[in-house]
């Protein structure tokens, strides 16, 4: 990229102010902490609910970065820096990527709808990438933000787009449409994905046909109520099911494992695709339909479509060997998503240490040597400690970079000592489909059985930002991550939120405090149940303790007094009605004389808990608590002269009572994605999702029964699959005999008979599946709050109950 301040100036409508109007910029930025930001930067300061870029810019400038797209120039910036002063910067960006794209007369692909869009564009990028330099949406860019970013990586080497469109309401596609400008579109499957932010399903449909008002070829399934919303001057390639009014008209059936289809497009042939699930086969028929389209033959398409491979669409940290964190990457490796991999890599603190583990770069559009320069400046920008090269052309063209490691194939690397080395480091595994990575990543990952509970944090994020939303700016939020962050591990979500604005973290017990502290957390941390054996541990480590007593006030000041503390931070409990801790209000004078002209401590907030936040036929008692805790806070605040935050709202409270806000609350339930109430919860993001395999699948005949004591009896013959979970893992047994179910490839499949130990079994009746299959225990089906409601309990008790015996694997998009 190369453009010229005057350009900028022109296609943002800015307002230039800066010493250098005549300079190029060569890449741009919307993230300070990408190391990739140096003097050839344009720099985007969007604002965000927690993050305002402005803020950035003196320390950007610190860096080097010369260029900024601002809404706001900072005073003390002045005359310093190019700024180019905008109403909107998000709107500049976007106005930026219309301009390049302007720039480029290539063919572009435009793919929407409500699912399959990454998928479908991975695929094609596969199957096109033997004759065309793409350049696609990295990942799955494709919000208002993304697919600025997409487009603008753009260079003059390539000669196919491929990117995507995602919208969650009226009037985002409009917007999007000139940024991609696409020539050919794809819609994929329409589903129930994101209606919250429409009218009726038509509105949601024509808004996602906003995309195409300029393609020449529209590629969709044959569907009336979608063509009959297609402006008439589009021409559509259409394909459908036994469907003899669409162009393609296709039958299929399972086969080998995989499903055979029977298309009929200027006569009759058969392909094979490697998948038997709907959403699967739809996108590969998406892809296939483009192909025709692109005039390649029906072998080629045949050949191709059988190597279609399941596409992992987010980074996955796993547990690694011998301390390691690994970072899976195993499918891709591009110059665009290795600049996103390192940046993800270096927000990794965990370990020092770091390795790159890198197979040849493809489809850049560059040439060799020009690419892989720019390969070894992405690498040394970013703190690495060696780099493994797997390839001819890596190790070759990285032989003189310092600690590299070259192997022409992956198996030569898995037989090296080196493979066996690691040892608390974080690990980098990058590397095109070809390279067969995902083989180095078995290797490597720490062995257990394949029970996971996988944690969503862009939920988390997202659940965070919902409550915030609905509180003033100010107020500050303490998350609570007890008990293992409700089930969900506490320290790799107190770590996603370093970058949020969270105030404060909060704990049971100090052990938990102390072991967010040796990994690196370094936000206040309050511990609710600090035992006074723990107290010299919990000030040594900055922990703040909840004081509810005198007896345990009197024992805090005796060891503050022995450590010769002075105004150690401490937040009073009162019990306004809940009565298991905190100060009644017979106690507050007790509490006043031990605390004035006291500098040992300094009492940093008050607070108290609701006990019925959720259930409003409970609000005559809440508001009797709120009058309690206004009253008697008001009191000590008074008595002591001294001006703590107070806090009391908890998930539910938030949602309930925001005018109880005061200056903080307290999040818990709510951000792992279970809310109280039913309307709360269609805001919320499901967190946690707990999968396991099938180990094995059997026929019972009638007659036969099933488990421990024989408690489900075979009406007719009955297919069974045992899965490796029982109730050592937390899967309650009340759970089995009937009453619970698993899904399995989308669809229910009942327990039957007793929850064993670590095994359970499911009927699998006329559902089809094979071993090695993945069973959902919950998630989306079964949620964890349909599992409380039949069990008679919180899901507060199921979440907690997850055994730390069940591996949690993190990701993030
Ligand atoms: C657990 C806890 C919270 C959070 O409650 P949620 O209902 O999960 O939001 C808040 N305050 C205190 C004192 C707690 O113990």
Known sequence: MSVHTHNITTALKAQFEGPQPDMEIDNVSIDSRSLQNNSGTLFFALGGQNRDGHQFIPALMAKGVLNFVVSQIPEDAKGKANFYLVPDTLKALQDFAVYYRGLYSFPVIGITGSNGKTIVKEWLNYLLSPEYNIIRSPRSYNSQVGVALSVIGINEHHDLGIFEAGISTVGEMRKLEPIIRPDIGILTHI??????????????IAEKLQLFIHVKTLILQNNAAVTALVAEHINTFTWGFDDATAHVNIAKKLQNGGTTLTLHYR??????????????????ISCIMLMLHLDYSTETIADRISGLYPVELRLQVKNGINGCTLIDDSFSSDYQSLKIALDFLEQQKTHQKKTV??????????????????????????????????????SRELASFPNFYPFETTKDFLNHPLARGFEDETLLIKGARSFRFDEIVVFLEEKTHETVLEINLNSVIHNLNFYKSRLKPTTKVMVMVKAFGYGAGSYEIAKALSHEKVDYLGVAFADEGIALRNAGISTPIMVMNPESTTFAAMAAYNLEPEIYSAKELRAFIAMAQQKNLSNYPIHLKLDTGMHRLGFQENQLKELTDLLRNNNLVSVKSIFSHLSASDDLQFRDFTVEQFGKFEAWSNQLMADLNIQPMRHILNTSGIYNYPEAQYDMVRLGIGLYGVGNDATERQSLQLVGTLKTVILQIKEVPAGDSVGYSRRFMAQHTTSIATLPIGYADGIPRAWGNGNGFVTINGQKATILGSICMDMLMVDVTGISCKEGDTAIVFGESPTVVEMAQALGTIPYEILTSISQRVKRVFFKE
């Open 191 to 204: 589903g129930a994905a994101h209606d919250e932010g429409f009218t009726s399903r038509e509105q949601k």
């Open 267 to 284: 006569g009759d042939f058969e392909i094979h695709v490697p998948f038997i699930d709907n959403a699967s086969v739809e996108n590969a």
């Open 357 to 394: 583990i890198l197979s040849d770069v493809f489809q850049s559009g560059f040439d060799t040597k020009v690419l892989y320069g720019k390969v070894a400046k992405l690498l040394s920008g970013h703190n690495i400690s060696q780099v493994i090269g797997i390839g001819e052309t890596i």
